[in-house]
């Protein structure tokens, strides 16, 4: 089946230091979500990527969708405690009503 | 939050009775999702759907049905809970843009 795998599982950063995630499928994305999840939240929505070797920005977040639409990231600079949470991405594919989302990185950050 | 609710946010049931969660959304969106959490699986998919009376199975199907009346409510019915079944459950919507997502705030069920 259609699978989504996403890495690392976990990581601990010093508040400071930068972060990335990363998400790879076997087969072409139609487009990738990103999501944010806080300890006891809901997944919230970040940014969606559609365009092969698409590159966004918010703040300090960086997204990037590879130009064979198999992979994106997420990288945080000079992470904060403010970041703490899980990162998701969910990939879609043609003609799916639905995405697949990864497994999550959780991100810890030591003040 | 997209106008999403969940009801109930908690519940403790027992084995083999019958539960049904419910997903409230007030802005007429077309695409809605169940999903469940459990650590170290992320979000599962359960069942979709793309319109009153459509609905698809998603990866984790099996024990679950749902049921979409209404535009705005979509429901996840148990038939007999079991406690494989314990999980945090998120409906969610589909924004106007392209695929992305808006969740509601959860359902913490815990089948004993």
């Known amino acids: 089946g259609q699978q989504v795998m996403q890495i690392p599982q976990y990581q601990h950063v010093q508040e400071g230091e930068d972060f990335t995630t990363y998400c790879n499928s076997s087969?072409?994305?139609?487009?990738i979500q990103w999501y944010k999840q806080r300890p006891g939240g809901h997944p919230v929505f970040l940014i969606q990527?559609?365009?092969?070797?698409e590159v966004k920005k918010q703040k300090r977040l960086t997204f990037q969708f590879g130009e064979a639409k198999k992979n994106s990231s997420l990288h945080i600079t000079a992470t904060q405690t403010t970041d703490v949470g899980t990162y998701f991405c969910a990939g879609t594919y043609t003609n799916a009503g639905k995405s697949t989302f990864g497994d999550g990185t959780t991100l810890t950050v030591k003040p | 939050d997209a106008g999403i609710t969940q009801s109930p946010r908690h519940k403790v049931t027992e084995t083999g009775t019958p539960v049904t969660l419910r997903c409230h959304q007030t802005e007429n969106h077309r695409y809605m999702y169940w999903y469940r959490q459990d650590p170290g699986h992320g979000l599962r998919l359960i069942h979709y759907?793309?319109?009153?009376?459509?609905?698809d199975k998603g990866e984790v199907s099996d024990g679950y049905s749902v049921s979409r009346s209404k535009t705005e409510d979509f429901l996840l019915t148990l038939e007999s809970a079991t406690s494989s079944q314990t999980s945090v459950y998120f409906c969610?919507?589909?924004?106007?843009?392209?695929?992305?997502?808006?969740f509601g705030p959860g359902t913490r069920l815990t089948v004993t």
């Open positions: 969610a919507i589909r924004g106007t843009g392209e695929y992305e997502q808006y």
């Open positions: 759907s793309y319109g009153v009376k459509d609905t």
């Open positions: 990527l559609v365009k092969s070797g």
């Open positions: 087969t072409t994305l139609s487009n």
